[in-house]
């Protein structure tokens, strides 16, 4: 939870919701839905864009974790 709301570094922000939305568990989303409601708006945004960047893949397509 510290390196989702990591307070010093907004890369460490963005690229930590990237492991618990690829592996697609409920406990991985649990963690990253509490992480966004404690979250201030920037967080909140790093946040959302490392969730959508895992889900998106890295050539553009659907990763097999959005399936």
């Given at each position: 939870?510290?390196?989702l709301?990591?307070?010093?570094?907004?890369?460490?922000?963005?690229?930590?919701?990237?492991a618990?939305?690829?592996?697609?568990?409920?406990?991985?989303?649990?963690?990253?839905?509490?992480?966004?409601?404690e979250?201030?708006?920037s967080?909140?945004?790093?946040?959302?864009?490392?969730?959508?960047?895992?889900?998106?893949?890295?050539?553009?397509?659907?990763?097999a974790a959005?399936?």
């Amino acid at each position: 939870m510290r390196l989702l709301l990591d307070v010093e570094d907004s890369a460490v922000t963005r690229r930590t919701p990237e492991a618990p939305a690829r592996v697609g568990t409920v406990a991985a989303a649990r963690l990253i839905a509490v992480a966004g409601a404690e979250a201030d708006d920037s967080q909140a945004d790093w946040i959302q864009t490392g969730v959508r960047d895992a889900l998106a893949g890295t050539d553009g397509g659907p990763d097999a974790a959005a399936d």
